[in-house]
């Protein structure tokens, strides 16, 4: 039909679009971040644009559904602005009909929001932790620049001079601040230190020639001191440099279903079971709230809209949160999504319901 590949090509292209605006917005926001972390040597620049790569479909699932609804939004509006939706209803074409068209690119939206919630995502998630626990974080003598103070989580770190391999250091200067109130902090001064490559090791080893260790107790007037021709210094990776892991989003479906049971893990296989189906919801939404005069413009509705969608997204969010904490079962998500599907049929009907609500008030009154 014609005006179904009309309607199709429409949303489709604007959809589009939309979602890559948004996406663009959002991983630039994440690519800053990362050059950031690049900048400070904690993150191998080779890899940045990998890591960009495997959290893409993460940020998707979210994008998606909500570039899906403005691309409607947007759409319907236009046919209203021009005319288009008046020719069409005067041609016997009601708007419901129009959205029954739009059922089967819907249904393609949703299979590929579900493509990428039940697999791509937590594959995304796997490999971006494994590349960034394999060579992305570093800490310790890695950040290190000539003459220049460098803090990372308890040391501090002094160097003034550095080889072009950064595996040789002139005149050290490292501090460690204890862990535990009733430790000493720890102060070293080297003449040189040597980096030492260790296999299967995470930690920075490093070799320290003709210096002096000091052991302060903050607060206490005493300390103790020990002279060194050669000391061998172990610097842990830092915790707070390393990214947010997210076990549970990162495990497969399968994983998923056979620990079901557990609470966090099925507030998990909800989310991705259900959150495809807001794509439907959309539609309604969108065929619901995008009727606009001529005189109003497209985008006087979508503002409001959008809240009203976005709010979906959140109630999703929250019902994901208790079910994790055992408060609510599963069902809590088809719940919400059937009640905001009730919703915008009762939007739908705004018109044929507004009179007969007011007269019933009228009638109420006298």
């Given amino acids: 039909m014609i005006i179904r ?59 998606l559904p909500l570039g899906f609804f403005i691309g409607l939004m947007l759409v319907f509006g236009r046919l209203y602005v021009d005319h288009e939706m008046a020719v069409l209803n005067g041609s016997g074409v009601s708007r419901h009909q129009l959205g029954r068209l739009l059922i ?12 990428l919630m039940i697999w791509m995502s937590p594959w995304g998630i796997r490999q971006f932790e494994a590349l960034t626990t394999n060579q992305a974080v570093r ?9 220049e103070f460098i803090s990372s989580g308890p040391y501090t770190i002094y160097a003034g001079d550095l080889s072009e391999d950064r595996r040789n250091l002139k005149d050290v200067f490292f501090y460690q601040r204890a862990e535990k109130a009733d430790k000493p902090d720890v102060m070293i001064l080297a003449k040189e230190a040597t980096r030492v490559e260790v296999a299967n090791e995470t930690a920075s080893i490093v ?46 479906i399968s994983k998923l279903w056979s620990n079901r049971d557990d609470a966090v893990v099925a507030s998990e296989l909800g989310w991705r079971i259900f959150v495809p189906f807001s794509l439907i919801v959309a539609l309604a939404l969108a065929l619901a ?11 006087l509705k979508l503002f409001p809209a959008l809240l009203i969608f976005a ?29 905001y599907g009730i919703a915008a049929a009762l939007f739908s009907r705004k018109q044929k319901l507004a009179p007969k609500i007011k007269k019933r008030i009228q009638q109420v009154r006298s």
């Fill in 207 to 252: 070799d320290l020639v003709e210096g002096r260790r000091y052991e302060i107790f903050p607060g206490q007037p005493k300390y103790t001191q020990a002279e060194f021709q050669s000391y061998r210094l172990r610097l842990e990776s830092d915790s707070e440099a390393k990214f947010e892991s997210a076990e549970v989003e990162a495990l497969p």
């Fill in 289 to 299: 709230l995008s009727e606009v005069s001529p005189r109003q413009g497209r985008y």
């Fill in 5 to 63: 590949r009309y309607l199709v090509k429409q949303v489709v292209s604007t959809s589009l679009v939309v979602i890559a605006l948004l996406t663009l917005i959002m991983m630039g926001g994440r690519l800053i971040k990362y050059f950031g972390v690049a900048a400070q040597g904690r993150l191998d620049v080779s890899i940045l644009f990998s890591i960009i790569g495997y959290r893409l479909p993460e940020f998707l699932t979210l994008i």
């Fill in 139 to 147: 800490t310790g003598f890695d950040l290190v620049r000539p003459k």
């Fill in 311 to 339: 709010s979906l997204i959140v109630a999703l969010m929250a019902v994901k949160t208790r079910v994790s904490k055992d408060e609510m079962g599963i069902a809590a998500y088809p719940l919400v999504l059937a009640v």
């Fill in 104 to 115: 089967p690119i819907t249904v393609v939206f949703l299979a590929v929001q579900a493509v």
